[in-house]
């Protein structure tokens, strides 16, 4: 029979996981000591909208199953305005870092900074 | 009774727990707190773990099934299979595995499992978003799998305390040498 009480292994494997993320976070921190970061967005795949982050102010409309406003201002981008059943994507708090994401999953809309000068998404390890 | 027809009953029982634990987490506002798609506390994966150590695989992998094809259907989302079901999937995989180590209890078990399910969900966004991006998404939701999934492993210690007390246990797949019988009579 299974053990029902917390041992030192699972105690391992919690720390092994925490580890992990925080490895990831690292390396998603990596990418935004880039410079020249750009937004762009997403709509199943296909580039729908690219503006650098820095300079750029406004309200952007995107179209899709369900449409949403991508804000830009400040050097901080977030969502506004979204029609999909979730709301997920308009509850997040704005990003401004390169590496930072946010997600429309209904619309499959992605809203993202990416570093500039090629810059990698994401470096691991 | 037949030992399969009792099986497949429990199996019955054991999706529709699923089933209404899946939708009854809808109600706690997780979100909220931390305002990320695919957040959750992930309670029918107690079931999952139930049916895991005291019916074996095959009805696990069955209920498993089930209950994805119906929590998407009932919540009128067809889209939200690929995820419920790659994590589904990947969780279970993973759970079995680390049950099979013998080193971990159910908190452990419980927590690869939610580790396992939240990688397995943003595969699956990285294949319906068609980007990479998604993937800054994995430390926070791997933070938040160690505290749900030893959450639902306390949960699931609680209902597997529950079990050998009454002596379900002794009767269960657990309790006798595994075959293959019982994993004919999935949901």
């Given at each position: 029979m299974i053990k029902t009480r917390f041992g030192l292994w699972d105690g391992a494997v919690c720390a092994l996981i925490l580890l992990l993320a925080l490895g990831l976070a690292l390396g998603v921190g990596?990418?935004?000591?880039?410079?020249?970061?750009?937004?762009?967005?997403?709509?199943d795949g296909a580039l729908a909208l690219q503006k650098p982050l820095?300079?750029?102010?406004?309200?952007?409309?995107?179209?899709?199953?369900?449409?949403?406003?991508?804000?830009?201002?400040?050097?901080?981008?977030?969502?506004e305005d979204s029609h999909c059943p979730g709301g997920d994507c308009q509850a997040q708090r704005p990003i401004s870092r390169p590496g930072q994401s946010i997600v429309c999953l209904p619309g499959r809309i992605t809203?993202?900074?990416?570093?500039?000068?090629g810059a990698a998404d994401l470096i691991v390890g | 009774?037949?030992?399969?027809?009792?099986?497949?009953?429990?199996?019955?029982?054991?999706?529709?727990?699923?089933?209404?634990?899946?939708?009854?987490?809808?109600?706690i506002p997780l979100g909220l707190l931390i305002?990320?798609?695919?957040?959750?506390?992930?309670?029918?994966?107690?079931?999952?773990?139930?049916?895991?150590?005291?019916?074996?695989?095959?009805?696990?992998?069955?209920?498993?099934?089930?209950?994805?094809?119906?929590?998407?259907?009932?919540?009128?989302?067809?889209?939200?299979?690929?995820?419920?079901?790659?994590?589904?999937?990947?969780?279970?995989a993973v759970m079995a595995a680390a049950r099979r180590s013998g080193r971990l209890s159910v908190y452990g078990v419980s927590v690869c499992g939610a580790a396992a399910h939240n990688m397995g969900q943003i595969c699956a966004a990285m294949a319906?978003?068609?980007?990479?991006?998604?993937?800054?998404?994995?430390?926070?939701?791997?933070?938040?799998?160690?505290?749900?999934?030893?959450?639902?492993?306390?949960?699931?210690?609680?209902?597997?305390?529950?079990?050998?007390?009454?002596?379900?246990?002794?009767?269960?797949r657990e309790g006798s040498k595994e075959t293959t019988e019982g994993q004919g009579g999935g949901a």
């Open positions: 990596a990418a935004a000591r880039s410079e020249g970061a750009v937004v762009t967005v997403s709509a820095e300079g750029t102010e406004g309200r952007f409309p995107i179209d899709g199953e369900y449409p949403l406003t991508v804000c830009i201002s400040g050097g901080k981008v977030w969502v809203v993202a900074i990416r570093g500039g000068d | 009774m037949d030992r399969r027809v009792k099986t497949l009953a429990l199996c019955a029982l054991l999706t529709a727990l699923a089933l209404g634990l899946s939708y009854a987490e809808r109600m305002p990320l798609p695919g957040i959750k506390l992930g309670l029918a994966n107690v079931v999952t773990l139930f049916a895991l150590c005291f019916l074996g695989t095959g009805p696990a992998f069955g209920i498993l099934i089930a209950r994805c094809f119906l929590g998407s259907l009932f919540a009128g989302s067809l889209s939200g299979l690929i995820f419920s079901l790659t994590g589904g999937l990947l969780a279970m319906v978003m068609k980007t990479t991006a998604v993937i800054s998404y994995l430390p926070v939701l791997l933070v938040t799998a160690v505290f749900a999934g030893a959450l639902t492993g306390a949960a699931a210690a609680g209902v597997f305390r529950a079990a050998q007390a009454s002596g379900f246990a002794a009767h269960s």
